[in-house]
């Protein structure tokens, strides 16, 4: 299938490669196929694009590369619906959101995908977790000269 | 909005296969049961609508927003989870 797109133009995907979300996901409810999409520059990034909306993507990242001992707790009501009784048996990708200049991560409402039957869901996990979680970077000191 | 008044263990049936029960009732505090098909997603309202709005404000990133997210990443992909699989050929970010 050919999808064009508004980021990354015209794309090719295969119907294998499209993750169903049964549900949408909260404020893109009539979005329920997805391609997940390896950023080419950088590969700490995928982007999750709307197959049937062009404009519609989201940047998604692997949460433990950033915030290295995030671990959620999330109801088994949440996973029934992806088939799962286990997260070990999916893929956990969280959300790239911006609050005013600096890039954060929504780690309260992780997006979990279950590879196997390329289904997903975007689900709430239990506890104080923030919606934007700010990523900082650590720029190495710059060293003055002698 | 419908109003109904219901007790303690009295239930509301939305469609045919929503049931909602009051399971307790303790000074201005309510404890609702829901029983609902696995594949509807049952929220506090408040905190779905804050998830509409992080998701819509996230559907609004392009690629020349996340260019440095890389420095970011605390650990290399040999020892945290795997990154997400490349679904389809890679694409040049515009």
Known sequence: ?146 | MLVLSRQRDESIMIGDNIVITIVDIRGDKVRLGINAPAEIPVHRQEVYEAIQRENLRASRLAPSDTQGIGRMATRGPSNGQPTPPPASRGTEPR
């Open chain 1, 1 to 146: 299938m050919r999808i064009t797109t508004t980021r990354f133009g015209r794309i090719d995907v295969d119907g294998s490669d499209i993750i169903t979300f049964p549900s949408g996901l909260p404020g893109l409810e009539g979005c329920r196929e997805w391609a997940l999409l390896a950023d080419s520059s950088n590969d700490a990034l995928g982007w999750l694009q709307c197959t049937t909306r062009g404009d519609v993507a989201l940047a998604v990242v692997s949460p433990r590369r950033f915030v290295p001992d995030y671990s959620v707790r999330i109801p088994r009501s949440e996973l029934t619906p992806l088939a799962i009784d286990d997260l070990r048996q999916a893929q956990v990708v969280v959300v790239v959101g911006r609050t005013g200049k600096k890039l954060t991560l929504n780690l309260k409402a992780p997006i979990v995908i279950n590879l196997e039957a390329r289904t997903g869901r975007q689900v709430v996990a239990s506890g104080d977790l923030p919606l934007q979680f700010v990523l900082s970077s650590e720029q190495p000191p710059l060293k003055k000269s002698a």
